[in-house]
């Protein structure tokens, strides 16, 4: 109620201003700070070290997570598995974090599962009979699932930032990521059936409800043909294409400080759908008030959340 308030005084006091005219929001185009905090030199992220992810910092209230295994074309082993868990838990309970760019070292995003560094876990699993092998790789297959949705739960916005192959695995990485961009050297291959396996460690669960088109899903899961950069911008997987791996990084940071430099609780609130008690902040009344007197909303300095 006191937000409420003063924003209602607020709106009153520039209403009933004489020499003023009415205002009005206007979109304005991704920002020039945004874009020189989005060059800052990157530097290692306190508390994050990993042996198959990088994270740096990338300005302000942004993290660099990189699949790092270029020499393996970043497959998936079973470190990844384990860390991609342990890091987005820490990134979801850092208050100074407020969006997140997940990208890939070397010359792909990632060629998907490490077949021979999981085989031991995938062809021999534990289990003295088919019963006890099949509770076993139910666990498996909900653990690695966890390793996705925690990207998906993660408060924070993350945008996906994909050039070269994106392949198994990769999929269903980018599809629990809220923003996806790609370079145009990008194709998307849901591989799993060469393998004789299903994708069901999230694309399959999240391919349908990104592109809204469950007859391309299963085109895509049965037959693995690859998805080029153009198909994918045209059927909503990625929403936007770039010339090459620097201009979409570019790109990605710039959005990931436009996104930064606003309210976290709005922010975060819009990706959690909650629009109930955040409606108590200050941030409300700070926004309107910049927004009334004409001032770049990145002149106003949010709490943390």
Same mark, same amino acid.
Request: glycine share 4%; charged share 20%; hydrophobic share 40%.
């Given at each position: 109620?006191?937000?409420?308030?003063?924003?209602r005084?607020?709106w =009153?006091?520039?209403?009933? #201003?004489p !020499?003023?005219?009415?205002?009005?929001?206007?979109? /304005? *185009?991704l920002?020039s700070? $945004?874009?020189?905090?989005?060059?800052?030199?990157?530097?290692?992220?306190?508390?994050h070290?990993?042996?198959? =992810?990088?994270?740096?910092? #990338?300005? !302000?209230h942004?993290?660099?997570?990189?699949?790092? /295994? *270029?020499?393996?074309?970043? $497959?998936?082993?079973?470190?990844?598995?384990?860390e991609?868990?342990?890091?987005f838990?820490?990134?979801?309970?850092?208050?100074?974090?407020r #969006?997140?760019?997940?990208?890939?070292?070397?010359?792909?995003?990632?060629?998907?599962?490490?077949?021979?560094?999981?085989?031991?876990?995938?062809?021999?699993?534990?289990?003295d009979?088919v019963a006890r092998?099949?509770?076993?790789?139910?666990?498996?297959?909900?653990?690695?699932?966890?390793?996705?949705?925690?990207?998906?739960?993660?408060?924070?916005?993350?945008?996906?930032?994909?050039h070269?192959g994106?392949?198994?695995?990769?999929?269903d990485?980018?599809?629990?990521?809220?923003?996806?961009?790609?370079?145009?050297?990008a194709?998307?291959?849901?591989?799993?059936v060469?393998?004789?396996?299903?994708?069901?460690?999230?694309?399959?669960?999240?391919?349908?409800?990104?592109?809204?088109?469950?007859?391309?899903?299963?085109?895509?899961?049965?037959?693995?043909?690859?998805?080029?950069?153009?198909?994918?911008?045209?059927?909503?997987l990625?929403?936007?294409?770039?010339?090459?791996?620097?201009?979409?990084?570019?790109?990605?940071?710039?959005?990931?400080?436009?996104?930064?430099?606003k309210?976290?609780?709005?922010?975060?609130?819009?990706?959690?759908?909650?629009?109930?008690?955040?409606?108590?902040?200050?941030?409300?009344?700070?926004s309107?008030?910049?927004?009334?007197?004409?001032?770049?909303?990145?002149?106003?300095t949010?709490?943390?959340?």
């Amino acid at each position: 109620m006191a937000v409420s308030r003063a924003v209602r005084d607020l709106w =009153l006091r520039r209403l009933a #201003a004489p !020499t003023q005219r009415g205002f009005h929001l206007s979109p /304005r *185009p991704l920002s020039s700070s $945004a874009h020189q905090a989005s060059k800052a030199a990157p530097s290692e992220a306190s508390d994050h070290s990993y042996e198959s =992810l990088q994270v740096t910092s #990338a300005g !302000t209230h942004v993290l660099h997570v990189q699949l790092n /295994r *270029p020499d393996k074309r970043n $497959a998936m082993n079973k470190a990844f598995w384990r860390e991609m868990v342990e890091c987005f838990n820490k990134i979801a309970r850092d208050s100074n974090c407020r #969006a997140v760019v997940v990208s890939g070292a070397g010359k792909m995003f990632t060629s998907g599962i490490d077949l021979m560094d999981m085989a031991s876990e995938l062809l021999q699993p534990e289990g003295d009979d088919v019963a006890r092998i099949s509770w076993y790789l139910r666990d498996l297959i909900t653990q690695y699932q966890k390793t996705f949705t925690v990207i998906e739960k993660c408060p924070k916005p993350v945008i996906a930032a994909i050039h070269g192959g994106c392949i198994g695995g990769g999929v269903d990485l980018i599809t629990a990521c809220d923003i996806r961009y790609c370079a145009q050297d990008a194709f998307f291959q849901v591989k799993e059936v060469d393998i004789g396996l299903a994708a069901d460690v999230g694309t399959l669960q999240r391919l349908p409800k990104v592109i809204g088109n469950q007859s391309l899903v299963n085109e895509l899961a049965f037959t693995a043909r690859k998805m080029m950069a153009d198909e994918a911008l045209s059927s909503g997987l990625v929403s936007r294409v770039f010339s090459d791996k620097e201009a979409m990084l570019d790109a990605a940071f710039t959005l990931a400080a436009e996104v930064s430099s606003k309210s976290p609780v709005a922010v975060q609130s819009t990706k959690a759908s909650w629009n109930m008690s955040m409606l108590q902040t200050q941030d409300i009344v700070k926004s309107v008030q910049a927004a009334m007197e004409k001032k770049d909303l990145k002149s106003i300095t949010f709490s943390k959340l």
